[in-house]
């Protein structure tokens, strides 16, 4: 049985979410399908700082944002920077009153969950296919084999998503750089002496090639992303079923590191959880398609060190929706008006996100990164 939806949001992340909570407020329903199987099937990750002319801008769309500020994690942006050896080259204090405030990503998620009607999101709705039916119609098909059509299908279905092949031939390429996850439960009581280390917010560790990012989490917990410059089939091959094995891997490109930061991985708790970092062309666009358009990652996956992926996705998904209220009945004409502000706006943050990643890992590294606090703080 085939079923129709005037407007389909393919992923339920931020960007997804957002989209159909701007709509909704503006009375306008959507249907969002995501391929969990419910909202608790797999952790969000860890925490976000929210720009206030993106993410915050978005959440002033939806009408949430006194409900964010109350999510806000006191302390959160509060930084260090450390060489190999542990030396502290630098320190930040907090300012959450300021234009980033840090806030989980998990809660940033329940907020806009909560926010829409029950029903709006079809759990265990995995696409496996789309094709266009003409007259800017599109045809869905889902794992379990249920069809459904729509008039307008937006794909907010992340780095591969199944909905940009309607659009581009652009494939996600890897950056050269990989992370571990790992995470440090119960820090202060359990890892304090790594919890020092981290401090109250986030701490960047840098050398040539390879670093320690890691964050405070509202739980009390660290999580810590292990950056190394290796080939995508050296991270591909850690074995994430042996722990002990996994950390021997990646602890080897750290042998003359400071003892204090090697810890970060050799007391981790739980499993590593390796992930290749992609990204599209920093240029990546596509002709007008009826009917069709992306969001966030599937229309500009970039690397995180701009730390625009979350806020550019939720403004993506408020002035998609702005744009459709804006034009009742005219959907090209939203679309249009849409992709004329996206294209070049996540062109500049791709960007600079592939630079700072060069600045981040560069040989004297934390040189660059402390060359780029230096010039934001005497341009303010």
Same mark, same amino acid.
């Given at each position: 049985m085939t079923t129709h939806h005037p407007i389909a949001i393919v992923g339920a992340g931020l960007g997804g979410l957002t989209l159909a909570r701007v709509l909704h407020v503006n009375g306008i329903a959507a249907t969002?399908?995501?391929?969990?199987?419910?909202?608790?099937?797999?952790?969000?990750?860890?925490?976000?700082?929210?720009?206030?002319?993106?993410?915050?801008?978005?959440?002033?769309?939806?009408?949430?944002?006194?409900?964010?500020r109350a999510l806000v994690h006191p302390g959160g942006q509060a930084m260090r920077i450390l060489d190999r050896h542990a030396t502290v080259h630098r320190t930040e204090e907090d300012d959450s009153s300021g234009g980033?405030?840090?806030?989980?990503?998990?809660?940033?998620?329940?907020?806009?969950?909560?926010?829409?009607?029950?029903?709006?999101?079809?759990?265990?709705?995995?696409?496996?296919?789309?094709?266009?039916?003409?007259?800017? +119609?599109?045809?869905?098909? !889902?794992?379990? =084999? %249920?069809?459904?059509?729509?008039?307008?299908? $937006?794909?907010?279905? @992340?780095?591969?998503?199944?909905i940009r092949p309607l659009l581009s031939d652009a494939a996600p390429a890897y950056t050269g750089v990989s992370f571990v996850e790992s995470d440090l439960l119960d820090a202060d009581a359990r890892h304090p002496a790594s919890a020092a280390v981290v401090g109250g917010g986030m701490l960047f560790a840098l050398g040539d090639g390879k670093g320690f990012l890691a964050h405070r989490e509202t739980d009390g917990s660290l999580h810590l992303y292990t950056a190394l410059t290796v080939p995508q089939e050296w991270i591909n091959s850690i074995d994430v079923t042996d722990t002990a094995a996994a950390k021997a891997a990646v602890l080897a490109h750290f042998a003359d590191w400071d003892p204090s930061l090697r810890a970060l991985v050799a007391d981790a708790d739980g499993a590593l959880v390796p +992930?290749?970092?992609?990204? !599209?062309?920093? =240029? %990546?666009?596509?002709?007008?398609?009826?009917? $069709?358009?992306?969001? @966030?990652?599937?229309?500009?996956l970039m690397s995180p060190f701009a730390g625009e992926g979350a806020n550019l996705a939720m403004l993506d998904g408020a002035e998609l929706g702005q744009a459709i209220a804006a034009h009742p009945g005219d959907t090209e004409a939203a679309l249009t008006a849409y992709e004329q502000a996206l294209f070049p706006r996540s062109q500049t943050a791709a960007a600079m996100s592939a630079a700072n990643l060069q600045t981040c890992f560069r040989a004297d590294a934390p040189q660059g990164l402390l060359d780029q606090f230096t010039a934001h703080h005497q341009a303010a």
């Open positions: 969002v399908f995501d391929l969990d199987a419910s909202p608790a099937a797999r952790t969000q990750g860890g925490m976000l700082d929210i720009h206030d002319d993106s993410g915050q801008a978005a959440l002033h769309a939806a009408g949430l944002h006194k409900e964010f980033r405030p840090e806030v989980d990503r998990g809660h940033l998620r329940d907020l806009l969950l909560g926010s829409l009607p029950p029903g709006t999101v079809r759990w265990d709705a995995k696409v496996t296919g789309a094709r266009p039916l003409g007259g800017a +119609r599109h045809e869905v098909t !889902l794992a379990d =084999g %249920h069809i459904f059509t729509t008039d307008l299908l $937006v794909g907010a279905d @992340g780095a591969w998503s199944r +992930r290749a970092i992609h990204a !599209l062309p920093a =240029g %990546h666009r596509w002709d007008r398609v009826p009917g $069709v358009t992306l969001l @966030g990652d599937a229309a500009h």
